[in-house]
């Protein structure tokens, strides 16, 4: 499967194809959109676009790390 039919001329979408929104943040764990981000997307304006993605790094710290698991068992 090839992706060239998404490949416009331009603002690329965040889109990490790992989309699940966290039940906490109310964000994607793989975009850090929201879910009405992420379907206004297609509609959005360049301008629009261009804030959105200046802002998404910032989110991923709303995104807390799992402690505990195979790592924690293990002393790691």
Partial sequence: MTD??????EIASPCTKVCMIHPKAKICIGCYRTGAEIAQWSGMAHEARL???????TRAKQLTKRRGGRAKRLGQ
């Fill in 4 to 9: 060239d039919i998404w490949k416009r001329n």
């Fill in 51 to 57: 804030e959105l993605m200046a802002q998404l790094p």
